[in-house]
């Protein structure tokens, strides 16, 4: 007896959240939970004016905290949601949303050394750009001296400073990051692995997932900066294009490293640097040195995230031992 589409709808969501009896998330069910986590993370953001009708906040700075506080509270949600439905015991949930401790130092400098590849260009420009301001300060009769240290020291202290007070600081470095790490890799990654979905399509999969929480900056850029719609959806279509392919990088770091901090490191660092510099109108070495730094990042991509330097055994596992195992006692428990 074949059902309609209607009936398997129903027939699904009647199941068990948790999984199915032969001990695997459905695609469904992964896919859905998926879904419902990246369109929470944008609803809750407007959850205190449009569902509490809480008044409007009386600066920017007390806006801005209110969305860090949503932005956590959807957090929260999505990883109780993943640890609701995924198979696995209470215990090990830290594991397999990549919160550890092991091997947090090669977690941290192999990621971060390779994502700076892709800057190679913007680092190089910048360092022509300091030696210049050397050359200007000793052509000028300057010399490194105490007095210049300690200079050079209150105006870092002096940055420091104001940049820790700044929200927005806050926003893209700190608060971004680990939100969206916490929901589109901890909490959504190790979902569409138990649902059946090969490693490499959830590396492209994830980050659709991952682009549908930026689609809210149309109607900001559109609405409140008075940008014409072709406009806007020009801006809008670059963000999304860079939000997906740094959403299957971050996503392919956390496969295989089976650590959290590595994508997360990668992205505070992405959003510090902003886009690659591709080319100078001042020197054209530094699109050589773009090039030859994109040509490095690609040969040391697989080298510099093999498994066994982020966990003490492998056993030919191409990905974090933990996925291995966790998917071997799964497949043991379905049999």
């Known amino acids: 007896m074949s059902l309609s589409p209607t009936s398997s709808i129903g027939l699904l969501l009647q199941q068990p959240l948790t999984m199915e009896q032969d001990g695997v998330v459905s695609k469904p069910i992964a896919v859905i939970a998926s879904i419902s986590m990246a369109l929470l993370y944008v609803a809750v953001l407007y959850a205190p004016t449009l569902l509490l009708r809480l008044p409007p906040p009386s600066s920017f700075t007390n806006y801005m905290i209110r969305r860090f506080l949503c932005a956590v509270v959807s957090s929260i949600i999505s990883l109780l949601i993943s640890a609701l439905i995924l198979p696995v015991q209470t215990k090990e949930l830290f594991g397999v949303y990549g919160i550890r401790v092991d091997h947090i130092w090669q977690a941290v400098i192999f990621p971060l050394s390779l994502t700076s590849l892709m800057y190679a260009g913007y680092l190089f420009h910048k360092s022509l750009l300091l030696l210049d301001s050397w050359r200007e300060h000793r052509s000028s009769g300057g010399s490194l001296s105490f007095a210049s240290c300690k200079y050079f020291s209150q105006c870092f202290l002096a940055w420091l400073s104001a ?3 700044n929200v927005l600081v806050w926003r893209n470095y700190v608060v971004a990051p680990i939100t969206e ?4 890799r901890a ?4 979902l569409l692995l138990c649902g059946g979905f090969r490693p490499y399509s959830v590396i492209l999969l994830c980050p659709i997932f991952f682009s549908l929480a930026h689609l809210n900056h149309f109607m900001e850029i559109y609405a409140k900066q008075n940008y014409r719609i072709k406009k806007a959806v020009m801006i809008i279509g670059l963000q999304l294009g860079y939000t997906v392919i740094f959403g299957s990088y971050a996503s392919f770091l ?31 070495i530094v699109c050589i040195a773009f090039i030859m730094g994109f040509l490095g990042f690609l040969w040391l991509l697989f080298p510099m995230t093999e498994p066994h330097l982020y966990n003490d055994t492998i056993d030919n596992c191409s990905y974090w031992q933990g996925h291995c195992s966790w998917s071997q006692g799964i497949e043991r428990s379905s049999m």
């Open 163 to 165: 940049i820790s007070s």
């Open 187 to 190: 909490g959504m990654i190790p």
């Open 181 to 184: 790490e916490l929901v589109f």
């Open 254 to 284: 956390f496969i295989r490293t089976g650590h959290l901090i590595s994508p997360l490191v990668a992205h505070i660092f992405c959003n510090f640097m902003g886009l690659p510099v591709l080319f100078s109108r001042r020197n054209g």
